[in-house]
């Protein structure tokens, strides 16, 4: 139903209400039919789902799958030999899985409840009449006909039809992108008379969900509540939007993929060389050796599985990503979900709203022209704002800063008013473009008048001049003209001010005998101001590579006055009305998108073109915003930025990030963290498959020789425990000097771009060699032979290389502190990361554990080895940091990837 085109006689009827509103049997039977006055909000995975996603991902199937075959190869060797025996493999395999699933699904949980404590209504309590009673009732108790009461400073909890109206302002931004309140009325619209569609900003006798009562007061019908208000409309397009993959998402898909096939390309190469080795077993005929010895093969597989799948690599990355999610929220960015983090790290434009995020949403008085003090008090005592106790004010944004600026000039209006009591009034009324109040001062009346400078000018006939009453003359009206131009040019709203004094209160108080022979005082120039923090945070989002761009509701050349003094723009040119926009097809407008940085006069559509145009020309764009009008733009965005202030429940459930303080210098903070956070994930990544190749090549090696280096629980141990300490360690890692000066990495990056790929493979064949090296020393230390037979079972060779390839992982973690720098020279700079240092002491105690613990060496095939095995394992393990360091310096010294 279009209720601004009918009379408030025929909206109650429809509403089947009444001036007196409802009984509470109809309230009560209304909201049983119709439901709660809330957004529908999409229903939560349950644990169950979230586990199965967590188990679903290829890696991890891939070491299920190894689980069953080691499980069935136990349990037939035990029982071909006639023993009992415990499936150790199968248990630790599965430990590896419950642990990186319980993981995953403890730290979404934690993300989804981080938002919730921001939610909230934006109207938690309302007043109606009910039983022909004014009553307070929980806003999502409101239905359909109920009649709400409204007055300044009220949130309206639903759509409305204005009853009554006592010179009602609403604010509506978070609708129509409009910072200026909109005046009220009770009157019925007249119906265009081709197209029956009224712009909501133009429904002068409707409210709606989402705004707020900024002045006056009234009452008004509820016709729409929860999903069928305005609001609603637009909650239930936004969940139309696709969401797609963060860039961090496609490259772990990828990688996933990746190692899942050369998984299975290397297991089955192995299972056919070992085949081939075993041909003459295959055509004995003996079914048992023949199943003995397939198994064996398998198991070979087995090992390869376990050592080419990085089982620490989805946990080790969901737990630097919390660690950067917590540090966010120390710095109010309160993250949605973990990956988007990382997003924000490698945007390359941030679209932000101005109205609350990059200006503080509150009029401020910033120029004038006359006598300051006079032009306080009189600009005060002619508005209805109050001064609260704790020195707020409260009312109309704009009179609000006019008893704001009085304050400061040292004027409580609160104690005039006692001095100087009003007496009558003219309201202002938007025909006249004129407020004016009569005060009572030492027996004599004083008017004040305010209003547009051109309308308050024109019905002057004097002036105030350097103290005197003087006429009005063509030369003062041309000064007080080039003043109010001069601040209109700066994008400010300007202000008139008058006077005028009575013997005695005039029997004529209507506005056209008021408004007649006035003294002009003086002009008053304010701006919604931007917050002191943003232009350096722009200053340094420009120095980061990434291009800021201001969408609003507001006017053009507010908008473009703004921008000129953040540094957003530095010409007018580069700015754009909605109006233009929606004059341009898609491919005209991709073509302007890159040359324009500030939008003015938008609505909710353009703000999704904008968005969508920028990610057309492959740009990882940011959208930030606090209104319902920003909402589908979020969800369209590659992250969405929530303000958790002034945003609105609909922007905060679709966001990716939420800013606790309303911030927008915290965004700079959080790109720091995400582009640290994927700098370090890249570390671990690269830790991880270098450790996991080197794991790859030495079962691989060893096969070849017929030797047994390591076994699947041993890769297992190294992977969850000698590994995954590191990589954590490494997600801990500060952020480079350059962070920030730096330009955001391409989307179409890969995981192995910048030479990451040559170095995984260099450092995991440099691990390889040195873990063979610490065997074959080891059977020298068992036999005193440098020999190839008969080592199948060298427990001494195999615990060397065991406790060679686990410190040495753990050696090769500080390498990893820089891809190109010298660990030495960071260290010697003072740089450090105590966490590595506790990783390293806690390894090499586990691992001492595994290998001198009678119990754990038996379940593990270990034997105790003596201090001279034992030296002689660390130093070859520790001998991979000098290799590593003189790699790096002949990279760095060829300018390798642009490093010097």
């Known amino acids: 139903m279009k209720y601004h085109f009918e009379t408030v006689e025929r909206t109650l009827s429809l509403t089947q209400s009444s001036s007196k509103g409802l009984t509470s049997e109809q309230a009560a039977e209304r909201l049983s039919r119709n439901g709660k006055n809330k957004l529908v909000e999409a229903k939560s995975k349950s644990v169950f789902r979230r586990f199965a996603e967590q188990l679903a991902d290829p890696m991890i199937i891939i070491l299920i799958v190894a689980a069953a075959i080691s499980a069935i190869s136990t349990v037939y060797e035990a029982k071909t030999a006639g023993k009992t025996a415990f499936p150790t493999d199968t248990l630790i395999i599965a430990a590896v899985v419950l642990i990186n699933a319980v993981l995953g699904v403890f730290q979404e949980s934690k993300a989804e409840k981080a938002i919730e404590a921001l939610k909230e209504m934006s109207a938690a309590t309302s007043r109606v009449l009910r039983d022909g009673t004014v009553q307070t009732v929980k806003s999502e108790d409101i239905v359909t006909g109920d009649i709400v009461l409204l007055e300044a400073g009220d949130a309206v909890p639903a759509d409305c039809r204005i009853i009554e109206s006592h010179s009602i302002k609403a604010e509506e931004s978070a609708l129509t992108g409009e910072s200026v309140p909109v005046e009220k009325t009770a009157e019925t619209l007249k119906a265009p008379s081709k197209l029956e569609t009224v712009p909501l900003g133009d429904r002068k006798n409707m409210l709606y969900s989402g705004s707020a009562i900024v002045y006056g007061r009234g009452s008004a019908v509820v016709t729409a509540t929860g999903m069928n208000t305005e609001m609603g409309k637009i909650a239930d397009a936004i969940s139309k939007a696709a969401e797609g993959q963060t860039p961090l998402q496609k490259k772990l898909s990828q990688l996933s ?68 999610v917590t540090n966010m929220s120390k710095k109010n960015a309160v993250i949605r979900k973990l990956t988007a983090v990382e997003t924000l790290g490698c945007a390359q434009v941030i679209c932000s709203d101005k109205t609350g995020t990059l200006t503080q949403n509150k009029m401020t008085v910033t120029d004038f022209f006359g006598d300051r003090e006079l032009l306080a008090k009189a600009t005060a005592l002619c508005s209805d704002a109050q001064l609260n106790a704790d020195g707020t004010v409260s009312g109309e944004p704009t009179e609000a800063a006019l008893v704001a600026f009085a304050a400061k000039t040292g004027i409580d209006k609160n104690k005039i008013s006692e001095t100087e009591p009003r007496v009558g009034e003219a309201p202002f009324d938007s025909v006249r473009k004129m ?15 305010k209003g547009a400078p051109d309308v308050v000018i024109d019905k002057c006939t004097l002036a105030l001049v350097d103290g005197k009453t003087v006429p009005m003359t063509d030369e003062i009206r041309k000064k007080a003209a080039a003043e109010n131009k001069r601040m209109a040019d700066k994008a400010l709203r300007v202000l008139a001010a008058a006077a005028k004094e009575y013997a005695d209160i005039p029997e004529d108080t209507s506005p056209d005998s008021l408004e007649t022979g006035l003294t002009f005082i003086g002009l008053i120039g304010m701006i919604d101001p931007v917050r002191p923090e943003v232009k350096a945070a722009i200053d340094e989002c420009r120095e980061a590579g990434i291009i800021p761009v201001m969408i609003t509701g507001d006017h053009k050349d507010t908008a473009v006055a703004i921008a000129e003094e953040l540094g957003i723009i530095t010409d007018p040119s580069e700015a754009m009305t909605g109006t233009e926009i929606s004059s341009l097809s898609d491919s005209e407008f991709e ?41 589908p733009s979020i969800k369209s965005a590659d992250i969405g930025i929530g303000m958790g202030i002034t945003g609105t429940d609909v922007t905060k459930n679709v966001a990716d990030m939420v800013l606790a303080d309303d911030n927008f210098a915290t965004i700079v903070g959080a790109v720091g963290e995400g582009r640290r956070i994927y700098d370090n994930i890249r570390k671990a990544i690269q830790f991880l498959l270098g450790s996991n190749l080197a794991e790859v090549l030495t079962v691989f090696v060893s096969t070849l020789l017929g030797v047994v280096v390591l076994k699947a629980p041993h890769l297992l141990f190294i ?11 490494l997600g801990c890692e500060k952020a480079e000097k350059n962070i920030m000066r730096r330009p955001p990495r391409k989307s179409s990056d890969g995981i192995f771009s910048g030479g990451l790929g040559f170095d995984i493979a260099y450092q995991g064949i440099v691990v390889t060699v ?20 008969n080592i199948a079972d060298c427990e001494q060779g195999m615990t060397m290389a065991f406790l060679t390839m686990s410190m040495c992982e753990i050696f090769h973690s500080f390498n990893m502190r820089s891809q190109r720098g010298s660990v030495i020279a960071m260290s010697m700079g003072g740089s450090h990361n105590k966490f590595l240092f506790g990783a390293m002491a806690a390894s090499l105690v586990l691992t001492t554990a595994v290998i001198e613990v009678p119990v754990l060496s038996s379940a593990f095939g270990f034997t105790p080895i003596g201090i001279a095995e034992y030296a002689s394992s660390l130093a070859l393990a520790f001998s991979v940091i000098p290799i590593v360091e003189a790699i790096k310096a002949v990279q760095r010294k060829r300018g390798k990837n642009g490093v010097k």
Not at 598 to 612: C, D, G, L, S
């Open 257 to 324: 993929k990746i190692l899942t096939v050369l998984v299975l390309a290397i297991c089955a190469v192995i299972f056919a060389v070992s085949l081939f080795e075993e041909r003459a077993v295959l055509a004995s005929g003996n079914g048992k050796l023949i199943f003995s010895s397939v198994m064996n093969m398998f198991m070979v597989a087995v090992s390869l599985a376990v050592a080419a799948v990085p089982e620490g690599l989805a946990a080790v990355v969901t737990i630097v990503l919390s660690i950067g």
């Open 435 to 449: 407020m004016s109040t009569l005060h009572s001062v030492n027996g004599r009346i004083i008017q004040y008048t």
């Open 591 to 631: 073509k302007r998108v890159e040359s324009t940085r500030v939008y003015a006069r938008v609505q909710p559509e353009h703000k999704t073109r904008i968005v969508n145009a920028w990610r057309k020309k492959g740009k990882v764009t940011a959208m930030t915003g606090d209104g319902v009008n920003d909402a």
């Open 719 to 729: 992977n969850l425990v000698t590994d995954c300490f590191p990589a954590l360690a």
């Open 770 to 789: 040195l873990t063979l090296a610490a065997f074959f020393i080891g059977e020298w230390f068992e036999t005193g032979k440098w020999i190839f037979t």
